[in-house]
Nanobody, 121 residues
Framework: QVQLVESGGGLVQAGGSLSLSCAASGSIVSINAMGWYRQAPGKQRELVATITNRGVASYADAVKGRFTISRDNAKNTVFLQMNSLKPEDTAVYYC???????????????WGQGTRVTVSS
């Protein structure tokens, strides 16, 4: 099995910064795309940013220019640097990864448990 463990959430004032990280572990052969999603209270989960295994990043319009996604392939870790945070960024942030495993054999989607980010006005 594969586990994704997130860290770095917390409370910050508007305009501040936070950095999230997510480390994947388990019977990993390779990891394709990794990404961050978020779910605000009463809303559906939405894509924040993704990054391919070659480092090509894409972002939701709401976070472009403020958030930066990156990854360390050697450590199976993805990061999200969040700057100029706004109250509307308040949500639980989830890490996602497409992981190819040997046991069971195949490519599957895995999710972290979520880390809460609260931005006060």
């Amino acid at each position: 099995q594969v586990q994704l463990v997130e860290s770095g959430g917390g409370l910050v004032q508007a305009g501040g910064s936070l950095s999230l990280s997510c480390a994947a572990s388990g019977s990993i052969v390779s990891i394709n795309a990794m990404g961050w999603y978020r779910q605000a209270p009463g809303k559906q989960r939405e894509l924040v940013a993704t990054i391919t295994n070659r480092g090509v990043a894409s972002y939701a319009d709401a976070v472009k220019g403020r958030f930066t996604i990156s990854r360390d392939n050697a450590k199976n870790t993805v990061f999200l640097q969040m700057n100029s945070l706004k109250p509307e960024d308040t949500a639980v942030y989830y890490c996602n990864a497409g992981v190819f495993t040997a046991t069971p054999l195949g490519l599957n989607d895995y999710w972290g448990q979520g880390t809460r980010v609260t931005v006060s006005s």
